[in-house]
C-alpha cells in the first residue's frame, strides 16, 4: 500500500503562486513510481494535470496547465511537488496526487493510477 497526502492548497488571487507537495508512505520502493496530480471541481469528471516519471526524467502536462504548472519529486522525501504560478480563476478545484507502479508511457486517465490522495482545496479568486 501507498498513502499519499496532499497539503499546500488555499486561497489565492488570479496571477498568483501556490505549491502543493504531496507525501508518500508505506513503500519502499515509491521511487520506482510513476506520480500524477489530477482536478477536479463538482460536477465534473477527474481531469488530468500533470505526471512525472520515478526519476523525473520524463514529465507530460495538460494543456491548459503547459507553461504555468511544474511538477517535480524528491525521492529523498518521498515528496513530489506541484508548483502553480499565474494561476487563473478555472485553476479553482480540489487537487489530488497519484500514484501507480511504473508504466512505459505516462498515463492521463484517472483509471491508470491506482493509489489517490484525499485532495486539497485550490481556490482562485478573480
Known amino acids: 500500500q501507498v498513502q499519499l497526502v496532499e497539503s499546500g492548497g488555499g486561497l489565492v488571487q488570479a496571477g498568483g503562486s501556490l505549491r502543493l507537495p504531496c507525501a508518500a508512505s508505506?513503500?519502499?520502493?515509491?521511487?520506482?513510481?510513476?506520480m500524477g496530480w489530477f482536478r477536479q471541481v463538482p460536477g465534473k469528471e477527474r481531469e488530468f494535470v500533470t505526471a512525472i516519471t520515478w526519476n523525473g526524467g520524463s514529465t507530460r502536462y495538460a494543456d491548459s496547465v503547459k507553461g504555468r504548472f511544474t511538477i517535480s519529486r524528491d525521492n529523498a522525501k518521498n515528496t513530489i511537488y506541484l508548483q502553480m504560478n499565474s494561476l487563473k480563476p478555472e485553476d479553482t478545484a480540489v487537487y489530488y496526487c497519484?500514484?501507480?507502479?511504473?508504466?512505459?508511457?505516462?498515463?492521463?486517465?484517472?483509471?491508470?493510477?491506482?493509489?489517490w490522495g484525499q485532495g486539497t482545496q485550490v481556490t482562485v479568486s478573480s
Open positions: 497519484a500514484a501507480d507502479r511504473p508504466k512505459a508511457v505516462l498515463p492521463t486517465t484517472p483509471g491508470s493510477y491506482e493509489y
Open positions: 508505506g513503500r519502499t520502493f515509491f521511487m520506482s513510481y510513476i
